[in-house]
């Protein structure tokens, strides 16, 4: 399957008005990892998640198939940025720790990233997928953007892969998933800023393409009135929903290295 590169165009804006991670989910997953030594950030887009996995990992490889997104990502030490796909990422075998893939597993190729997970992480290593879709600032203004215009306006202009975003719990992901904590985003924007994110979506962007003309028009004048003070700073919040895997041995192991593989997985379900 080819690369589905859909940010390119507008890395820089990607860059500028995405959300951030919130760094509790970061240090939850250092707990659980085999080891600090090493994470991979997978489809990094614009390093928000390698960046925060930098302050828990003593080395984070960060790669993404799309040469403007590495350009533009954010570079901070022990980050080191390469451009490579999911499915075929460069990686030494079984030398990582913990594999994220933030806001972009729907993207991937499964049938190929899963055998390459497999490959690179160590023994009892963790993949970590993320993903979001609503946000929370206020009824009114929820009403317009996740009903309006999510749905009605740039609606038919998200791509299939959004359903699994839509139904990330449902999504096949074949590693033995443990129990974790409840996280969210928070950031507090003005509408110019939200209207820039609006713009950065994926859907709008084809709207944009396909039709020649802002899809923002179509909720401006409503946007506005519900928001108050354009300049008015107002809180943000989108839940996250966060599946984790365990790279376990093969099943082909004597019946108690089974029993001992069992008790550690139940042993990561409690958490602390």
């Not at 804006?13 to 991670?21: L, S, V």
């Not at 490889?61 to 075929?88: C, F, G, L, P, W």
């Not at 107002?234 to 099943?251: C, D």
Request: proline letters at 6%; one cysteine or more; hydrophobic letters at 45%.
């Amino acid at each position: 399957m080819a690369f589905k590169d859909h940010f390119s165009k507008h890395a820089a804006d990607y860059a500028k008005f995405r959300p951030r991670y919130p760094q509790e989910m970061f240090q939850f997953l250092g707990t659980i990892a085999p080891s600090k030594k090493l994470a991979w950030d997978c489809a990094t887009g614009n390093g928000q998640a390698a960046v925060e996995l930098a302050n828990v990992f003593e080395r984070v490889i960060a790669t993404d198939a799309s040469e403007k997104q590495i350009a533009n990502a954010e570079k901070r030490e022990r980050v080191e940025y390469h451009v490579a796909s999911a499915e075929e990422s460069g990686m030494e075998s079984e030398s990582v720790d913990l594999i994220m893939v933030a806001q972009a597993l729907h993207w991937l190729d499964h049938s190929r990233f899963y055998p390459e997970v497999r490959r690179v992480l160590k023994t009892n290593g963790v993949l970590a997928a993320s993903a979001y879709k609503f946000f929370h600032i206020a009824p009114q203004i929820d009403e317009i953007v996740n009903e309006r215009y999510y749905k009605t306006v740039v609606g038919p202009f998200w791509l299939p892969e959004r359903v699994m975003v839509e139904k990330f719990d449902q999504v096949p992901f074949p590693f033995p998933e443990i129990k974790v904590p409840r996280f969210e985003m928070s950031a507090e924007w003005n509408l110019e800023h939200l209207i820039g994110y609006l713009r950065s979506w994926s859907a709008s962007q084809r709207y944009i393409a396909e039709q020649n003309r802002d899809p923002i028009d179509e909720i401006a004048e409503d946007l506005r009135a519900a928001w108050g003070e354009a300049d008015q700073p107002r809180k943000i919040v989108w839940p996250l929903t966060l599946r984790v895997g365990i790279k376990v041995l093969s099943v082909f192991v004597r019946p108690k290295a089974k029993i001992l593989l069992i008790l550690f997985i139940l042993s990561l379900c409690v958490w602390r």
